[in-house]
């Protein structure tokens, strides 16, 4: 499994994805035959340090304050994990098909930055992070952009 180390100095700078990519992540409907996973970073805790995400050990993106990850999925078991300068966490749960799931990335305190734990959120809950936020690009949305 690959792992990510998350940079230790300046201020988080997270590449967001098109208007257009949120907009539909915010539909909140996955394709036919798929599910949707979201994993939101609301709060300013730990703010200057930006958080990766990783999906079943693929990267998902980078979370700054006020953004989320939005992945389509196989419905299964996934593994989700959050890393930051001084931790890592990760949640084993399983996505049912045309399902969305929620998460939140909760910063708990760190020796020199904020780690951060995920929880499951309900889906009222987890819709209304995802509104007030703004969608990262994926890894692949990154690359297809500079092609």
Not at 122 to 133: F, K, L, M, N
């Amino acid at each position: 499994m690959a792992v990510l180390i998350a940079p230790t100095v300046g201020c988080a700078s997270t590449p967001l994805a098109s208007h257009e990519l949120d907009d539909d992540a915010k539909r909140f409907a996955p394709a036919p035959g798929t599910s949707q996973i979201y994993i939101a970073r609301p709060s300013l805790v730990g703010g200057r340090f930006p958080w990766l995400v990783q999906i079943d050990g693929e990267p998902a993106g980078v979370l700054s304050v006020d953004t989320y990850v939005m992945q389509a999925t196989v419905p299964g078991p996934h593994h989700i994990t959050i890393i930051t300068g001084e931790s890592q966490h990760t949640l084993e749960l399983t996505t049912d098909n045309g399902a969305s799931l929620f998460l939140e990335a909760v910063p708990q305190m760190g020796h020199t930055e904020a780690r951060a734990q995920l929880r499951v959120l309900q889906p009222e809950q987890g819709r209304q992070r995802v509104r007030d936020a703004r969608r990262v690009a994926t890894p692949s949305q990154r690359l297809d952009a500079r092609s």
